[in-house]
């Protein structure tokens, strides 16, 4: 059933939509359950550090909404953060040479992370709009290549950041204001703005309308091909926004980076609520979405309960649950 009802005390019956509340009691369960765990668990270096890592997927999460709300897909965004990654790391240090350690070879190493992700997502959204190709097909394709591209980068190893410009960026990772790390300001701006433009903007109604019925968005006089392409290249950018809160924590991008970054996005966007198959997204379900993923990760760090190894496996199962529930009760709304 979809929804369960409750008998208000005048009489009337008060409609509760499990698929709303459900993630959020998800939880709060959750949050239960690490408080009980550990003695450690509400400590505020936990809590920053979940929050932080949080923001990297969480970014990313926040674009996933809105080309799945459109009806689309993206498995490419975890070998596109290593590929922009890689690039942006090359850059900086081939400037600092002719500059320096300098404030603007960081700036315009920001600069690049954000224009390569922009021009990635463009390219996967003209390959989808303009050739006609499947989104899983072209996905899946760039996922292979930006993977292979960052590995050739590398020779196979590592691209390090230079030790005084690690320095120089660090901040963007490890300072913020009021003890709240920049990751976490940006991704709770990014939420922000992505739910505002989801339920208050023309383009998040027609990316529903286009989810929902690409031939009625079409007959409406929605630019179909337009407005699902500007969520691919949105896509993009946030995805080089995530690379460029996420290197100075390492300094560093390997083939490694970003690995499984696109099953976590679409994860959280489908824990969240958002329909897998177009036609309704929320933007702060995958924001709930995302913290549930960071904390059965953390209490399984925290803990003995189960090994953290079995990470994976849980976070499977939570994945099914939610498409099993999805399928079983529709769309909310």
Partial sequence: MSEATAKKPGGRRMRIDLQTIGPV??????????ISLSDNFLSYANVTNV???????GIIAVGMTFVITAGGLD?????????????????MNALTERMGVTLPVVLIGIAIALFVGFAAGMIN???????????????????GIYRSLITWLADGGTLSLG????????PLYYGGIAGI???IIVFALVAIIGEIAMRHTAFGRHCAAIG??????RYSSVAVLRVRLITYALLGLLVGLAVVMYVPRLGSASSATGLLWELEAIASVIIGGTLLKGGFGRVW????????????????????FVSPYLNGAIQGVVIILAVVLQRNTGPAR
């Fill in 75 to 91: 498995l490419s965004v975890g070998s596109m953060a290593a590929f922009v990654a890689g690039v942006m790391i090359l850059a």
């Fill in 163 to 170: 030790y005084e410009m690690g320095e120089l960026y660090r």
């Fill in 51 to 57: 929050l932080a890592r949080s923001a990297f997927i």
């Fill in 181 to 183: 790390s920049w990751p």
């Fill in 25 to 34: 009691v998800a939880l709060i369960a959750l949050v239960l359950i690490g």
């Fill in 125 to 143: 959204g003209l390959l989808i709009t303009r050739a006609g190709i499947e989104a899983f097909i072209v996905t899946l394709g760039t996922m």
């Fill in 285 to 304: 379900g995958t924001v709930v979405g995302v913290l549930i993923l960071s904390l059965i990760g953390n209490i399984l760090n925290l803990t003995d």
């Fill in 212 to 217: 929902s019925n690409e031939k009625v968005a």
